[in-house]
């Protein structure tokens, strides 16, 4: 491997600063002179046609600036891919908590009191909330009129089940003909909130034909022109500025009020802020689906798989525009990277009458993961295996397809496990009621555009520009770690500047554990192009060609091999008094070609008298190509990990008759300090990374497995199986009572 | 929110049946109720007085009342909370069955959506104060016949 | 943020002029103090009033004392500070570890320990120690004052028996006998910084192999806290063997009516009731030393 | 209504129910304190009350009068970082921030008057400070480091 300075260290991050003195600015901070509030009534019934809405009341109260429903802005669709969703419900609801009216006032607590005395009256609808009711013969279709809709494809015939895909590989049926055994399973998991501590905030100024945004947006090109197209105005006239998020887990891809907000700076001619309370975050978010998995699979009995059948079901809520894609994802992570010749996977989306679903940090994934890790147990314990040798047997090598046919260069399945194996003493005695689970998923890091600009001045700034806003990851340090890596400067001597929209025609944004990925091949990229720039600035003041001249990993300039003066770039651009500009735009294209394991184990002991389970140790084991900041990277493993234990043991977003009852963090549960156990990470470095620098994702990796890794340790500490998510203490009770 | 009830009270399905066509007196059993006056066409309009801890409202609304020949009961209302922006729709249905010619059974079905902040967050403390009222509206009814 | 902006916030500085606030403005105003559950519920629209009637400024509410064998703590002193007092740790650690156990130090660090038996919330854990220790309300109102068991000042769910003129003074806390043995159980199986699913508090003195008194109530197992009379009763001058316990805990079940929440269905709590209630009488009657 | 925040004597305007937090915030200009759950469970909207910690979102602004208040614009600048703003820059203690100000100013309230506390003691004190991103580990290793740097290990 190579070695480097700064790239793989330890690096003190540039917005350090700034968040641990309090000046970072976040979107709920953004002070404007006359800007008011505003605020949003919501549905507070599952589906039902709406008569009349009574706003008199609400525009006379004094301090009110504006009063706006979905009659105001009739026709203007909102949504990311499939624009089924109007800005403010028209004609009816289809869930507990959709936007239905709007208010701008002086103060916040006006705003509010006028809410109240908005008067909806509905007259109430059939409504369904689980993905069978939705299918059911008789379920009332929740969007009769979906073929319509900018973004989707029309279906045969209406139903709730809007998009269906089924992919098949080998013959399912002559597979399941060779099997000895074919062992069935359903799991289902709950919806998750991402629960980031900094609720969905906007801020919109309207100056002459421009359109100012402040919001919390990962995605802050894609935002802008979702805004574009649902105002109907050019993108150009919009900008949305540059800011700190307060967290995102996938869930600040959506900018929940962001046009509600237009329309109110539009109604009242004032800057408005939008801060979403958390009540509102949890009723009327964008959380984890809710999905239900069904998995059959043909095993011979020598631990041979010969067929595998997904069907893969995700409760939507009533919309599918806070979805990037339309859809989601990570069916193929239920088909899992084991050698199975014969498989079909299927996934249906489903509208439902109850709060729509975004994204979540992999889409899909813990969702699949759990299912299908808890079944490969399920099935190595139907043949009397032990689980760890069953997926030793079983998982695909180099070379070789995964049960969703795809393959990947290198892979380090088998090895990644073993570690982690040895560092959890997987093999060693345990007590009474203590159990070991695990659990191994893998992601290859996705694609898609970026760009960056360095600018070198002579009084030795040195300054990397960047459309991503940071959003708590590291990316921006990323950059900067290589931007001095390449230019051979100190770290804390890079200054960065994040961009708002328009300083590039397009950006990709965050996502899909693409930040390092991308940032890292347009960190380099940018830093070979400003380094070209100061060549042609020595070449210049050389009165020489350009190609004569190199550029050490020292920082030096050298022509034909040999140093000359002035010997450092830095010194250059003082004797010229030039600047020196490099610019990159990066398009990466789908997935990485290489993809990362993450083997978990989970050591739990289970009280069989109360059910409750405690988690003694985790151990996550990472094959990780190249880390470019081990505290960062250390970061994302403990995050991502805890966020997976939220999910397997406390989290669920509760919807009760359609209705959301878990509206605060006192009765929705994310873990806390007091509750996280001892943790070992084995990594497991390489150079089959991608890019430059040879990376894997991160992000993603270490919260897929942990739900599966612990249900398989409940199992096997008292031989109670637990298929539904979370696994609460009542969960293994009763199935612990059900199995006598 | 959905509530069922099944309360035997000592009268025969006449007396209940007759006692149910004067909604007032009805209406005067059920703790928090006040000011039931009827207005046009079987409807009547009061007030319902609700108090949980710190929270404290009052409910002016109209509801309409309807009564089949077999003595089933329905009523539909609705009204709101000016103050706290809590308003309330609330059905109830009541069927009438005899168990011996003395003591005769209520079935009562009630369904109640509140919106606003209450509907919202209000729920559970709502949900055990709907729970002891109805307890208690059946203590009113079984004694009510019983003193009659 | 704040739904209403005209409300007042009045710091009288005697009780006869918190008294006096209190009949003017009758079902328009709220005492006030420390605010951990009124604020969020008037933040939530839940609660809205004109009129705030604070306590902080009232002198003799706060201090901890030690008078005739009782701890006398003032309504006004806050959990952190009964948590950390020395007094309290030298005469009831148990009490000090109780209030040690609610939410978070943030909170602790606010909330009052008159403010929280007034509000009545029935999962929290303070009431469940001071049943078992016999503790007393001392409430004071226009008309004078009287003293009230806490073990019966809850009426319902977030009721209690205070007028409406009432307010609570001071809490008083018998020091137990040195040989009384003490537990308080909280299952949190969700979270560390949950409600609890159920909790159990037990006192027992045990002499000559019986058991002289005893105390078990629980908390998060009803609309008010619950004090579990059966079980007292079946071990009270009885050998404390674990076949006895395990019968006496059983009882508990008939004396709790769980509701449904986010922390399990009242079959689930019924269940755990009982199982916490036996290990907490394991641990005051069994395993000496 | 006046109020003594970070040493200085501050004129709000603000009404009875106004919360610390949005005083603070958007009458003072003092952004650095956040709001997130608002109803006291995060701990992202901690400032310290006479040296004690708590929620400012659940506190009422009148209800700090008179208090000597202390938000994380008082803990340290720029030129003069606290030791534990040091050591949450150099472990990890933070990733998107946003609870990071509240963690300060609880880690501070610890460590004043328990300078050298266990693991333990941290975590079970920093219960109440949520934070979505780094699962506490190195938020926990950022306080034990400050306190040690304070004590010289470091």
Not at chain 1, 158 to 186: C, K, M, W
Not at chain 2, 114 to 139: C, H, N, V, Y
Request: hydrophobic residues 40%; aromatic residues 6%.
């Amino acid at each position: 491997m190579t070695a480097y300075q700064t790239v793989g260290t330890a690096t003190a991050r540039v917005d350090g600063v700034d968040k641990t003195t309090g000046r970072a600015e976040y979107a709920a901070d953004h002070a404007l002179p006359g800007i008011i509030w505003g605020k949003v009534l919501h549905s507070s019934r599952p589906h039902a046609r709406i008569v009349r809405i009574d706003t008199t009341e609400a525009t006379a109260l004094p301090g009110v600036r504006a009063v706006i429903t979905g009659d105001d802005i009739r026709g203007n669709l909102y949504g990311r891919a499939i624009k089924d969703m109007p800005v403010l419900a028209v004609d009816v609801v289809r869930y507990v908590g959709e936007r239905i009216a709007a208010v701008a006032a002086d103060d916040e607590a006006t705003a509010q009191r006028a809410l109240d005395l908005i008067e909806v009256e509905y007259e109430d609808l059939p409504a369904v909330f689980d993905i069978e009711e939705a299918l059911g013969a008789d379920a009332p279709i929740i969007h009769p009129a979906y073929g319509t809709y900018p973004g989707s494809k029309p279906l045969d015939a209406p139903s709730n089940g809007y998009h269906r895909t089924v992919q098949n590989r080998g013959d399912l049926d002559a597979g399941f003909a060779e099997a000895d055994e074919i062992i069935e399973h359903i799991y289902t998991t709950q919806r998750q909130h991402q629960a980031y501590l900094e609720p969905h905030t906007t801020v919109v100024a309207i100056e002459g034909g421009h359109t100012n945004v402040w919001t919390n947006s990962k995605v802050p090109y894609a935002t802008r022109d979702g805004l574009a197209f649902t105002i109907g105005i050019p993108a150009d006239t919009i900008t949305v500025h540059a800011l700190y998020i307060g967290g995102d887990f996938g869930g600040k891809g959506t900018p929940l009020n962001m046009p509600i907000c237009y329309y109110l700076a539009r109604e009242s001619g004032r800057p408005v802020r939008m801060v979403s309370d958390y009540i509102e975050e949890f009723l009327a978010g964008n959380p984890r689906h809710a999905t239900l998995i069904k998995l059959r699979t043909g095993v011979k009995r020598d631990g041979t798989m010969t067929a595998h059948h997904v069907q893969f079901f995700v409760n939507c809520g009533a919309y599918a525009g806070y979805k990037p894609a339309g859809v989601i994802g990570g069916a193929n992570h239920a088909a899992g990277p084991y050698r199975i010749p014969n498989t079909r996977v299927e996934a249906t989306q489903v509208y439902t009458n109850t709060v729509p679903g975004g994204h979540m940090r992999t889409p899909g994934g813990p969702q699949t993961v759990f299912a299908l890790e808890s079944h490969i147990d399920e099935i190595a314990r139907a043949l009397g295996r032990d689980p760890y040798d069953f997926r030793m047997q079983n998982l695909a090598e180099d070379g070789e397809q995964n049960a969703a046919g795809e393959t990947f260069a290198r892979v380090r399945a088998k090895e990644t496990l073993q570690a982690g194996a040895e560092a959890a003493g997987y093999a060693q005695p345990k007590g009474l009621h203590i159990g070991r689970g695990m659990a191994l998923g893998d992601h290859a890091a996705g694609g898609g555009h970026g760009s960056a600009t360095v600018t070198l001045t002579p009084d030795g700034g040195i300054t990397v520009g960047t459309p991503i806003f940071e959003q708590g990851t590291g990316t921006h340090t990323t950059l900067l770690q290589i931007v001095a890596e390449e230019l051979a400067v100190d770290p804390e001597r890079v200054h960065l500047d994040s961009w708002d929209t328009g300083a590039v025609d397009t950006d990709s944004g965050i996502g899909g554990s693409r930040g390092t990925r991308v940032a890292s091949t347009v960190g380099h990229e940018v830093a070979q192009e400003t380094r070209r720039a100061l060549l042609r600035i020595a070449a210049e003041a050389a009165n020489r060609h350009v190609d004569e001249f190199t550029f050490g990993n020292d920082g030096v300039i050298r022509h034909n091999s040999n140093i000359v003066a002035p010997r450092s770039w830095g010194d250059l651009l003082v004797a010229t008094g030039q600047t020196a500009v490099g610019h990159a735009e990066a398009d990466i294209e789908g997935r990485a070609s290489a993809t990362g394991f993450a083997a978990q184990f989970a050591e739990v002991s289970v009280d069989p008298e109360t059910g409750e389970v405690k988690l003694l140790q985790f151990t996550s084991a990472h094959d990780v190509g190249m880390v470019l900041n081990p505290v960062g990277h250390q970061g994302q493993v403990n995050g991502g990990i805890v966020q997976g234990i939220g999910f397997a043991m406390m989290e669920e977003l509760r919807v009760e008759d359609g209705r959301v009852t878990t509206l605060s963090f006192g009765d929705y549960k994310i873990p806390s300090a007091g509750d996280i156990p001892p943790l070992k990470t084995v990594l497991l470095p390489s150079d089959d990374g991608v890019g430059p620098y040879v990376v894997k994702g991160i992000g993603e990796n270490s919260n897929t497995p942990v739900a599966a890794a612990i249900a398989n340790a409940v199992a096997d500490a008292i031989g109670a199986r637990v298929r539904n998510l979370p696994i609460t203490s009542e969960r293994v009770y009763r199935t612990l009572k059900s199995q006598g | 929110m959905k509530f069922e009830h099944t309360i035997t009270v000592d009268a025969s399905i006449e007396a209940v049946r007759t006692f149910f066509q004067d909604v007032p007196a009805v209406a005067a059993l059920v703790p928090g109720i006040e000011d039931t006056t009827p207005v046009d066409g079987g409807a009547y309009e009061g007030k319902l007085r609700i108090r949980v801890g710190p929270l404290a409202f009052t409910i002016a609304g109209r509801a309409t009342v309807e009564q089949d020949a077999d003595g089933t009961w329905r009523m539909r209302g609705e009204g709101k909370d000016g103050r706290i922006g809590a308003g309330v729709s609330a059905s109830l249905e009541a069927q009438l069955r005899e168990v011996t010619p003395q003591t005769t059974e209520v079935q009562a079905v009630a369904d109640l959506q509140f919106s606003g902040r209450l509907g919202e967050l209000g729920q559970p403390l709502i949900k055990r104060k709907a729970d002891s009222m109805l307890e208690e509206f059946t203590e009113n009814l079984q004694e009510h016949f019983r003193s009659a | 943020m704040s739904p209403e902006t005209t409300v007042t916030f009045h710091t009288p500085s005697t009780l006869d002029e918190a008294f006096a606030l209190l009949k003017e403005h009758g079902d328009d105003a709220r005492v006030i103090a420390g605010g951990t559950a009124l604020v969020v519920m008037m933040k939530q629209s839940l609660v809205v009033v004109d009129h705030l009637v604070s306590l902080a400024s009232i002198p003799g509410l706060v201090g901890i004392d030690v008078r005739e064998g009782a701890v006398h703590i003032g309504a006004l002193t806050r959990h952190r500070d009964v948590e950390t007092s020395p007094i309290v740790r030298e005469h009831l650690p148990f009490l000090s570890d109780v209030y040690g156990r609610v939410a978070t130090v943030r909170i602790r660090n606010s909330a009052t320990v008159g403010g929280g038996l007034a509000h009545a919330d029935p999962s929290q854990d303070p009431p469940a120690a001071l049943m078992v220790l016999d503790a007393r309300v001392r409430l004071v109102s226009p008309r004078g004052e009287r003293e009230v068991a806490v073990a019966e000042m809850f009426r319902d769910y977030y009721e209690t028996v205070l007028r409406s003129d009432e307010l609570i003074a001071e809490v008083i806390v018998p020091i137990p006998s040195a040989t009384a043995r003490t537990a308080y159980l909280k299952f949190l199986p969700r979270n560390e910084d949950d409600y609890a699913t159920v909790a159990v508090a037990a006192l027992a003195e045990v002499a000559n192999g019986t058991v002289q008194k005893l105390r078990v109530t629980l908390i998060a197992a009803g609309p008010t806290p619950v004090r579990a009379e059966a079980v007292e009763a079946a071990l009270e001058g009885q050998s404390p063997t674990a076949e006895a316990i395990r019968a006496a805990a059983d009882l508990v079940a008939d004396a709790v009516d769980p509701m449904d929440d986010f922390r399990g269905a009242p079959d689930y709590k019924r269940d755990m009731a009982v199982v916490f209630t036996r290990r907490a009488l394991e641990r005051v009657l069994l395993a000496q030393g | 209504m006046q109020l003594n925040v970070n040493g200085r004597t501050l004129e709000a305007e603000a009404t009875g129910l106004a919360t610390l937090v949005d005083v603070l915030r958007y009458e003072l200009d003092l952004t650095g304190t956040k709001e997130a759950c608002g109803v006291g469970v995060c701990g992202a909207c901690t400032v310290l009350l006479d040296g004690r910690m708590v929620a400012s979102c659940i506190t009422l602004a009148a209800q700090a009068q008179g208090a000597q208040i202390q938000t994380i614009e008082g803990l340290g600048d720029r030129e003069l970082l606290d030791p534990l703003q040091e050591s949450f820059i150099t472990d990890g203690g933070f990733q998107c921030g946003i609870c990071t100000p509240g963690q300060l100013m609880a880690a501070k309230a610890l460590l004043e008057h328990n300078p050298q506390p266990t693991e333990d003691e941290i975590k079970h004190w920093m219960m109440g400070n949520l934070c979505r991103c780094t699962g506490y580990y190195q938020i926990i290793e950022s306080v034990a480091n400050a306190a040690n740097a304070a004590r010289g290990d470091r």
